[in-house]
Structure formats: structure tokens, C-alpha cells
């Protein structure tokens, strides 16, 4: 790892004006657990590194006027045990509890998730089925951005070189909602999803019609996606087996996946729509 300059703010108006000098390359670090391998291996070369983890504004999971705020710096491991998301966005927090391993579940922050713009992310689908949104802030001022805008390709994001993520917000789900995140991966933990999917729906006063349906897919595109025919065509539709299975093909064609040394097209298509009916067959009635 070559040499490079270290530097831990205790203000976000500090960290946003360090990030703001063009005099060295500047990258700023969270949890670490993705920017430390790329350090390593060389694929990342920064000369400064301004180190998040003192900025108090950055922490923390509430609840203000009907809309969820998790700050920047919050941990997987935080996310996944708060009473506040499992009680009212619990898709979010059974994503968290899937991530990685401990060690990294109590280390990596669901932005710097967002940032890294992988699209086998597992927190990002709940974010996308939530309709969230994130705020990106710079040293001149700050402007919210829908989740599903924030990445424009493997890897890559519309964040400015001087802008930083600094907190998430969405509106948490009804009571009654319905909600699940499911992932496909070779093991069941410490693997990278093959397929994701994650789905909220709201029913209507009998429970027997979708009246709003959310559902978004991971690592079956070059970013995660909405599988907005699926939803389209559930809107409206009975709770039957029949109705599902439909949308469950429906949303095997709207994944486009890659073959790559983790799966192949055939296998993630059929998959991400089985998670569909894996999700949501406990509800459905007889035909």
C-alpha cells in the first residue's frame, strides 16, 4: 500500500471542506471494508484519506415528522437491530443481517454500500422497494437525490468529487404492509448474491387486492432496478396462485443478468422470479 495522508475531522463541515481541495487525490472512509482491499490490491491510490468515524452527524437511526433518517456512519450491524427499522422497514434490516460477516456486518455502513455502487448489493434493493432517497452534501450546500438515481453503472455514482453522502431517508412502511428480502447466493452467508429481491406491498381493507406494489432486483443488471411490468401488472390483481406466477415471469424477463463466474443468465433469471413466489406464497389463496 503506497503512503498517503490521514486525517480524522470531528465536523462535517470540516470533512466537507477537506474533501473539497483538489491539491491531492481525496477519498473519504467509513467503514473501510471495501476502500482498504482496493488500497491493498492497488486499484485505489489515494494521497489523503479523511476518516468519518469522529463526525457525530453522521450516526445515528430516528424518526422525524413521518420520514426514517439513517445517518451516514451508521453500521449493518446497527441497522439490523434497531426496533425503529425492524418495526417499521424490517426488509432493511433482514438485508443488514445477510451482509458479509459479523466483522464486517459491525464495520461497513449502509452508504458506503450505496457508494461502492455494486449491483449485487444486498442493502440497496429494500432501499429501492422503500423509495427512498439520500442527501449529498458538499462544502457549498446539499441536495437530495432518489436512491435510484445514485448509481450510473457498476461501480460508478453521480456524486461530485467534492460531495459526500451523508444521510438516507424514506417513509416507513404501514403497519399492515407486506415486505420480505430474499437473496440467492452459493452459501448461505459470506457469499455474493447471484440474485436479490426485495418487495413491499400494501393490500387493500380486505386483504385480497394489491393496491401498491414495490419490487426491486439485485445483481441481475449493471445497477439494481425496479421490475416496475411486475408491479404494474400485480396492482389490482387477487391474492392467487395464478396472479403470482404470472408476475413471477413477468419479472424473470425484466431481470437482465450476466453469465459470469458466479451464476449464468439462464440460472439468475429463474431464480430472481422463484424469489418472488418464495416471498409471497404464504399469502396466496386457492385458485
Same mark, same amino acid.
Given at each position: 500500500?503506497?503512503?498517503?495522508?490521514? @486525517?480524522?475531522?470531528?465536523?462535517?463541515?470540516?470533512?466537507?471542506?477537506?474533501l473539497a481541495q483538489e491539491d491531492v487525490h481525496t477519498?473519504?472512509?467509513?467503514?473501510g471494508t471495501d476502500l482498504l482491499v482496493r488500497?491493498?490490491?492497488?486499484?485505489?491510490?489515494?494521497?489523503?484519506?479523511?476518516? @468519518?468515524?469522529?463526525?457525530a452527524e453522521l450516526n445515528g437511526i430516528s424518526e422525524e415528522e413521518g420520514?426514517?433518517?439513517i445517518g451516514a456512519m451508521t453500521r449493518y450491524s446497527e441497522v439490523a437491530s434497531s426496533p425503529l427499522i425492524q418495526a417499521k422497514a424490517p426488509l432493511l434490516s433482514e438485508a443488514c443481517r445477510q451482509i458479509g460477516s459479523w466483522q464486517i456486518r459491525n464495520l461497513g455502513t449502509l452508504a458506503g454500500n450505496l457508494v461502492n455502487a455494486s449491483p449485487a448489493a444486498d442493502s440497496v434493493p429494500p432501499l429501492f422497494a422503500l423509495d427512498a432517497e439520500v442527501i449529498l452534501a458538499?462544502?457549498?450546500g446539499e441536495r437530495a437525490v432518489p436512491v435510484a438515481l445514485l448509481a450510473e453503472g457498476p461501480g460508478?455514482?453521480?456524486?461530485?468529487?467534492?460531495e459526500l453522502l451523508t444521510s438516507i431517508r424514506f417513509r416507513p412502511l404501514p403497519e399492515a404492509a407486506v415486505s420480505f428480502f430474499l437473496r440467492a447466493g452459493q452459501r448461505r452467508a459470506l457469499a455474493i448474491s447471484k440474485t436479490s429481491l426485495a418487495f413491499t406491498g400494501i393490500l387493500d381493507d380486505r386483504r385480497s387486492t394489491w393496491k401498491e406494489v414495490r419490487i426491486a432486483l439485485g445483481a441481475v443488471a449493471p445497477t439494481v432496478i425496479r421490475a416496475h411490468r411486475a408491479e404494474t401488472y400485480l396492482v389490482g390483481k387477487p391474492l392467487r396462485r395464478k396472479v403470482l406466477e404470472e408476475a413471477a415471469a413477468i419479472v424473470s424477463e425484466e431481470a437482465k443478468p450476466i453469465t459470469d463466474v458466479r451464476s449464468t443468465i439462464e440460472y439468475r433469471r429463474l431464480v430472481?422470479?422463484? @424469489? @418472488?413466489?418464495?416471498?409471497l406464497w404464504p399469502l396466496m389463496k386457492e385458485d
Open positions: 500500500m503506497r503512503d498517503f495522508e490521514y @486525517l480524522a475531522p470531528c465536523t462535517l463541515s470540516e470533512a466537507l471542506q477537506l477519498w473519504p472512509l467509513a467503514g488500497m491493498k490490491d492497488g486499484s485505489v491510490k489515494p494521497g489523503r484519506i479523511v476518516d @468519518l468515524s469522529r463526525v420520514i426514517i433518517r458538499n462544502h457549498r460508478r455514482t453521480c456524486l461530485g468529487k467534492d430472481t422470479g422463484n @424469489l @418472488l413466489i418464495q416471498g
